[in-house]
């Protein structure tokens, strides 16, 4: 089994900063790439930001500039640096992982956080 275990969130005024981590556990061989999704009240649930086993990063228009996402191999950790914090920033965040849980098999499964609040307020 593997588990992604979400941090970080909390209530911060617009122009300010938080710091998410995600750190996965379990049975793992690999994990090909980590990213961050977040969905607003009323809103399907939008990418955020992805890093690539390659280091590979993909943001979404909206965070460019303002949020970094990075991760720590040795403890299969990622992280979003959010800084000059938005109020439409204000979401449930969500990270997600596609993990290749066996050396003897290629196949890739894909996991989910069960999320941390991230409200900005004026």
């Known amino acids: 089994q593997v588990q992604l275990v979400e941090s970080g969130g909390g209530l911060v005024q617009a122009g300010g900063s938080l710091r998410l981590s995600c750190a996965a556990s379990?049975?793992?061989?690999?994990?090909?790439?980590m990213g961050w999704y977040r969905q607003a009240p009323g809103k399907q649930r939008e990418l955020v930001a992805t890093?690539?086993?390659?280091?590979?990063?993909n943001y979404a228009d909206s965070v460019k500039g303002r949020f970094t996402i990075s991760r720590d191999n040795a403890k299969n950790t990622v992280y979003l640096q959010m800084n000059s914090l938005k109020r439409e920033d204000t979401a449930v965040y969500y990270c997600?992982?596609?993990?290749?849980?066996?050396?003897?098999?290629?196949?890739?499964?894909?996991?989910w956080g069960q999320g941390t609040q991230v409200t900005v307020s004026s």
């Open positions: 997600n992982a596609r993990i290749q849980r066996y050396s003897w098999s290629s196949v890739e499964f894909n996991y």
């Open positions: 379990g049975s793992i061989f690999s994990i090909n790439a």
């Open positions: 890093l690539s086993s390659g280091d590979n990063t």
